[in-house]
């Protein structure tokens, strides 16, 4: 399934859940991130940030589609995170 | 349609933006918002968001559904933002 997924997190956290998010899916922006993924994939991913978040302060939203065409993209502004793998 | 709305704004812009985007769409999370809009509607949120971004180094990313059921959303940790009429 594709995924977005979305998160607010604690700045003492972010690097660290910036890290554990990049080896699923990858980063489009600032705390946003896109990509296919598998179901338990996606359990590993969570099971992974619940351990790095605070779950009383901080937050995770994952938006999953069954398919990424029916979505459609669009950025306005600078487009920064499009290619993932140069960092 | 409904759209997932994620900004990556500068410090200076993020209140006049945050006001502006919601007048259109429910805030979810600290830079993200979501609801059912229309094409017209979405033009006018975007001509506006490009009056205050610095479209050089801010970005908007907008995904598009035809249906909101075509998404489910999960969300883990704090649900901050689901009643945005509190405010």
């Known amino acids: 399934m594709y995924v977005i997924l979305v998160y607010d997190i604690g700045e003492k ?3 660290k859940m910036l890290k554990h998010c990049r080896k699923y ?12 993924i598998t179901e338990v ?4 991913l969570l099971a992974g940030s619940r351990k790095i978040m605070n779950e009383e302060t901080d937050s995770i939203i994952i938006f999953k ?3 990424e065409k029916w979505l459609d993209k669009e950025v306005v502004g600078v487009e ?3 290619t ?3 960092l």
């Open 65 to 67: 589609s069954r398919d």
């Open 84 to 86: 993932d793998n140069f």
């Open 13 to 15: 956290r972010v690097g």
């Open 41 to 44: 994939k996606l359990k590993e």
């Open 25 to 36: 899916l990858n980063w489009i922006q600032n705390s946003v991130f896109e990509g296919e």
């Open 80 to 82: 920064r995170m499009t």
